[in-house]
């Protein structure tokens, strides 16, 4: 941490956390930040969470845990070498999920539907309230009590309505300006994570074929290089050096493309981070291949066939719980009852579906629906 830019977040030129605490002793305030989200209860579900394929289709496949792990691995490579603040960086990424709801996105558009005439649901602003708020571990405060850019870094995207509700943390979405560095690293480091261990996921699963793939420059040109340095190798090392490769040019194009700008802008400190354009930016070059990428998996896994029947059971499931909690809600559990009086019916029943896991919502909806269940 001593070779930290200007313009990096640090202790010294952070706002703060809501609650004012000592300071830890040996660690920063960002490590420990970090350390209270792998603590969290909402960390933990997140083993059990849905990325692309539902936890009990495969041991082997992404969860929403391993996926935040692979971005905050990736961030915290690309903090570290533009000198930007790691620790701040890693906490953002493995917190950035904390709020998606059983089964995907499936899930989150299915409560999203559920709220429409409550203000809808958004993950995004459901990570910030699990930190916040939902969590209850501490003496002193509800929620984690976070630094001031961390729960930034969480809040990657809020409507006007929202922000003017959030304050301080809001206000940068009506005045158009940037967050931390570290934030927009975190951003760009979870569409590398998902767009390429989706490929592998994809190829895993056998809805993605070779063939489909061979057609995207990005992943030909790698497997071609691949190929040329280890023509005899097995399909599954061939998929995984092609990949790899696709990360390396994905990380090593964003370090480039980000040093120029931030040498263009020459912020002298986070103020000007801030009334700076996107500073943490792929080239052009890479962004279509990268948007090339996007559209191949969402026309060719994202809507598969099999994938869309999952997704429509996670909907009803999701549906008919919302609908069950609502119509009565003294089927909810005590603590959620409690909020069901204090804040809103609709309200507790969102955050309590959206803090199930997948294999609860599963067992839930059994409970609820199947006569002879427990
Ligand atoms: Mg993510």
């Known amino acids: 941490m001593g070779d930290l830019a200007p313009y990096a ?20 305030e960002f490590q420990r930040d970090r ?5 969290s209860t909402a960390f933990r ?5 849905t990325q692309v394929f539902v936890n009990h289709e495969g041991d082997l496949f992404r969860t929403r845990l391993t996926h935040s792990i692979e971005v905050a691995q990736i961030a915290r490579s690309i ?13 953002i990424a493995l917190a950035h999920d904390l709020g998606h709801t059983p089964f995907g996105h499936a899930g989150q558009d299915a409560l999203n539907e559920c709220m429409r005439a409550h203000g809808g649901f958004e993950h995004n602003l459901q990570s910030l309230r699990i930190v916040d708020r939902l969590e209850e571990r501490y003496g002193a405060f509800d929620g984690l009590n976070l630094m001031f850019e961390t729960r930034e870094g969480i809040l990657k995207h809020c409507s006007p309505a929202r922000a003017r509700e959030l304050g301080e943390l809001g206000r940068r979405f009506l005045d158009n300006r940037r967050p931390s ?3 927009q690293i975190c951003n760009l480091a979870d569409e590398i994570a998902y767009n390429n261990h989706d490929v592998d996921d994809g190829l895993r699963s056998g809805l993605l074929t070779l063939e489909q793939l061979e057609q995207l420059s990005l992943f030909a040109r790698h497997a071609a290089e691949a190929d040329a ?14 990949i790899r490769r696709m990360i390396d040019a994905q990380v090593t194009d964003l370090l480039a493309e980000s040093a120029r700008r931030i040498a263009a802008a020459a912020p002298h400190g986070l103020e000007d981070v801030h009334a700076a354009p996107a500073l943490i930016a792929f080239t052009e070059a890479m962004q279509a291949e990268n948007r090339a990428l996007k559209g191949f998996l969402h026309q060719h896994l994202y809507q598969h066939y099999e994938v869309l029947r999952m ?12 609908g069950a909690f609502v119509a009565d809600p003294r089927l909810l559990p005590p603590q959620y009852q409690h909020m069901a009086a204090t804040e809103s019916v609709v309200r507790a029943t969102a955050d309590y579906i959206a ?8 067992k839930e909806h059994r409970r609820l629906f199947s006569v002879g269940e427990l």
Not at 45 to 49: F, N, Q, V, W
Not at 79 to 91: F, K, V, W
Not at 311 to 322: S, V
């Open 229 to 242: 340095e280890f023509p005899q190798i097995s399909p599954r090392r061939r998929v995984h050096e092609t």
């Open 355 to 362: 803090g199930m896991t997948d294999r609860y919502s599963m």
């Open 311 to 322: 997704t429509a059971k996670a909907r009803r499931i999701i549906r008919d719980l919302f």
């Open 45 to 49: 579900r997140l083993e059990y969470k």
């Open 181 to 183: 560095l570290e934030a």
């Open 9 to 28: 977040v640090d202790d010294s030129n952070s706002h703060g956390r809501g609650v004012p605490e000592p300071r830890p002793k040996v660690r920063s």
């Open 79 to 91: 903090a570290r070498a533009l000198h930007l603040n790691d620790d701040l960086t890693e906490a």
């Open 35 to 39: 350390d209270r989200i792998v603590h």
